[in-house]
C-alpha cells in the first residue's frame, strides 16, 4: 500500500486506518481488538511516523505496553514501512464512540471466557457505577490481554500455595468472608468490587486474599496481578517522588489486572499517598480492574483516611472475618495438624482448641510444636506431651493472668470500655489505657508483640511497642504513671515493680 504523505486527506487516512484494522485483527484476539482497538483512531501519519488517539490515558498505556509490536507490525505490514508509532490521548473520541455489542450477542471467536466471568454475578448492580457493569467479553478480555500473566515481579510476595480456599476452614466466624472472596475470585470486577476484607490479626485475610488470586489465575492465567502490602505501596511512593519518576509509578500499578493491597490501614496518616492511591484506585475501577483489599478495621475506622477513599471503599463489598469459635477452632487444629502429616486425637485438640481463642495463626504454631516436640522425642501425641509442648500457652492460663484478665483490670481501673480499648481513638482518656494494657501485656504475658496489637484492634507491632517505651518511660519518671501501674500489677497478683 502506498504510504500516505505528511498530511494526509482524511480520505486516505480512512483507507489506511480501514487496512490496519484488517491487519490488526489478525494479530490479537476478537475481543482484545473490541476492548482496545475499536475506539482507537488514527490521528496523523507521515513519513516516519504514526499517531494513533485512544480515549484516555490508560488505554493509551495500556496498548503502549502490550500491544505496540503488534500495531508495529500490522503498519509494516501495510506499508512495507517501519514508522514510529505514538499513542495520545484526544477525549472527543469518546463523542464517537460505538456502543458494545448488547450482552446477548455471540461472541465472534466462541471462546469461552465470556460466559465464564458472566456467570458470576449480574451485569451491574444499582447504585454503582456502570463499569461494574461493562460487557463480560470486556472484562474478560481486559483480564487476559497483556503478555505473560501471573503474579507480577513487582508484588512483595510469592503466593503461599497453602493459602487456598481448599484449605480455609470454613465456620459461622468467617463463612460470608468466605463466600464473598470466592464471588471475587470468580467474577473479578464485577462481583464484589472493591473487595474489602477486615479482621483482627491472625484470623486468615492474607489467606483468603492469596486465594481470590489463585482462583482468578486458574480460570484466567495471563491476568496480571500486582499483589502487595500497603507498606510497599507506600515505600515505593515515596521513592517514585524522592526520584522523580512518578510517571513510570503509575504505570507500574495502573497496569493490571488485579491489584491485591494488603494492610491497606497502613495508609493512616499518609495523606501523599492517600491521594496517589485514590488515582490508582479510580483509573483501575473505571477500567473493570478487581482490587482486592485487607485492613486491620473497617474503612471508617482507618484513622485520618480520606472520606472519598472511605466512601470508594464501600463500593463493593466490605466484609469481616471474625475470631473463629470454639468447634472452627477444633476443625482448625484438626485440619492443620492433617495438613503436616498427622493425626491429633479429639482430646489433645481440645486442649489447644480452648486454650487458644482469638488467633489462628497462634493455634497453628501449637500444632507446629506438638508435632515437632512428638517427633523429637519418638512420643505420640497425647494429653501429657501436649502439656510440656505447649507449657507456656498452658501456663499463663493457670497461673499467670491471661490477657483478658489485664484488659478486665484495665478496665475497671480506668472506667473505659472493652470497645474503646480496641477501637481507633485516640483521645488521651483512651489511648493511655490502652498503652498501659499493652505494657502489661508484654510485662507478664507470653504474647509476641504482633499477638498484643491483635488483641487491641489489630494494632501492628511498631504501635505495641512504642506503647511499652512510653510506659516503661513514665513508670520512671512519673509518680502517678508508677501507683496506676503498681496498682494494677498487685491487683493481677504478679508482684511489684523493680
Ligand atoms: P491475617 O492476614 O488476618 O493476619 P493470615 O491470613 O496470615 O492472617 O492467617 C494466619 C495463619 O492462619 C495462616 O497460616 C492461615 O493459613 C491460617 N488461617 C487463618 N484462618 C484460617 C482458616 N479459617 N482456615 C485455615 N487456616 C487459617
Ligand atoms: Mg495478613
Not at 148 to 155: F, R, T
Request: aromatic letters at 8%.
Amino acid at each position: 500500500m502506498q504510504l500516505p504523505s505528511s498530511g494526509a486527506d482524511s480520505g486516505s487516512l480512512r483507507e489506511l486506518w480501514s487496512h490496519f484494522q484488517e491487519a490488526i485483527q489478525q494479530r490479537v484476539q476478537p475481543e482484545q481488538f473490541e476492548t482496545w482497538f475499536r475506539r482507537t483512531a488514527l490521528k496523523r501519519v507521515d513519513g516516519d511516523s504514526v499517531e494513533l488517539a485512544v480515549q484516555n490515558a490508560f488505554s493509551r498505556d495500556w496498548l503502549e505496553s502490550y500491544y505496540r509490536d503488534a500495531v508495529e507490525e500490522s503498519l509494516f505490514s501495510i506499508l512495507g514501512a517501519r514508522l514510529a508509532v505514538c499513542f495520545t490521548v484526544d477525549e472527543e473520541l469518546t463523542l464517537v464512540e460505538r456502543e458494545p455489542p448488547a450482552p446477548s450477542e455471540p461472541m465472534t471467536n466462541g471462546t469461552s471466557a465470556r460466559g465464564e466471568v458472566a456467570r458470576g454475578g449480574p451485569p451491574g448492580s444499582p447504585g454503582l457505577p456502570p463499569s461494574i457493569g461493562r460487557p463480560a467479553h470486556e472484562t474478560a478480555a481486559a483480564l487476559s490481554s497483556g503478555n505473560g500473566g501471573g503474579l507480577l515481579v513487582n508484588s512483595d510476595v510469592v503466593l503461599n500455595p497453602k493459602y487456598t480456599f481448599d484449605n480455609f476452614v470454613v465456620g459461622p466466624c468467617n463463612r460470608f468472608a468466605h463466600a464473598a472472596a470466592m464471588g471475587a475470585g470468580e467474577s473479578p470486577g464485577k462481583a464484589y468490587n472493591p473487595f474489602f476484607l477486615h479482621g483482627s490479626v491472625g484470623l486468615g485475610k492474607t489467606h483468603l486474599l492469596q486465594s481470590v488470586c489463585f482462583t482468578v489465575l486458574e480460570r484466567w492465567p495471563r491476568t496480571r496481578i500486582l499483589y502487595l502490602s500497603c507498606e510497599t505501596f507506600v515505600n515505593h511512593f515515596i521513592n517514585a517522588l524522592e526520584n522523580g519518576d512518578l510517571a513510570e509509578f503509575r504505570h507500574k500499578y495502573r497496569n493490571v489486572d488485579l491489584l491485591v493491597v494488603d494492610d491497606i490501614h497502613l495508609l493512616a496518616n499518609k495523606e501523599r499517598t492517600q491521594e496517589e492511591f485514590f488515582h490508582t484506585f479510580n483509573t483501575l475501577y473505571n477500567a473493570g480492574k478487581q482490587i482486592v483489599l485487607s485492613s486491620d478495621s473497617p474503612p471508617k475506622d482507618i484513622p485520618t483516611l480520606q472520606d472519598r477513599l472511605v466512601s470508594r471503599f464501600k463500593w463493593g463489598l466490605v466484609t469481616e472475618v471474625e475470631a473463629p469459635c470454639y468447634e472452627t477452632r477444633m476443625a482448625i487444629v484438626k485440619r492443620k495438624s492433617r495438613e503436616r502429616g498427622c493425626e491429633i486425637e479429639d482430646e489433645v485438640a481440645q486442649m489447644v482448641a480452648e486454650r487458644i481463642e482469638t488467633n489462628v495463626r497462634e493455634l497453628e504454631g501449637a500444632v507446629t510444636k506438638l508435632i515437632g516436640y512428638s517427633r523429637l522425642t519418638g512420643r505420640t501425641i497425647d494429653g501429657s506431651l501436649a502439656k510440656e509442648a505447649l507449657r507456656d500457652v498452658f501456663e499463663v492460663r493457670r497461673g499467670q493472668p491471661s490477657m483478658d484478665d489485664i484488659i478486665q483490670a484495665v478496665i475497671e481501673q480506668f472506667g473505659v470500655k472493652l470497645s474503646d480499648l480496641q477501637s481507633k481513638k485516640r483521645t488521651a482518656s483512651v489511648t493511655y489505657p490502652r498503652q498501659v494494657a499493652m505494657y502489661l501485656a508484654r510485662r507478664i504475658t507470653r504474647h509476641s508483640l504482633e499477638e498484643i496489637g491483635g488483641f487491641f484492634g489489630g494494632r501492628d507491632h511498631s504501635t505495641v511497642l512504642y506503647a511499652v517505651d512510653k510506659i516503661s518511660g513514665l513508670i520512671v519518671d512519673d509518680a502517678p504513671s508508677r501507683g496506676v501501674v503498681e496498682d494494677l500489677l498487685g491487683r493481677l497478683g504478679t508482684g511489684e515493680l523493680r
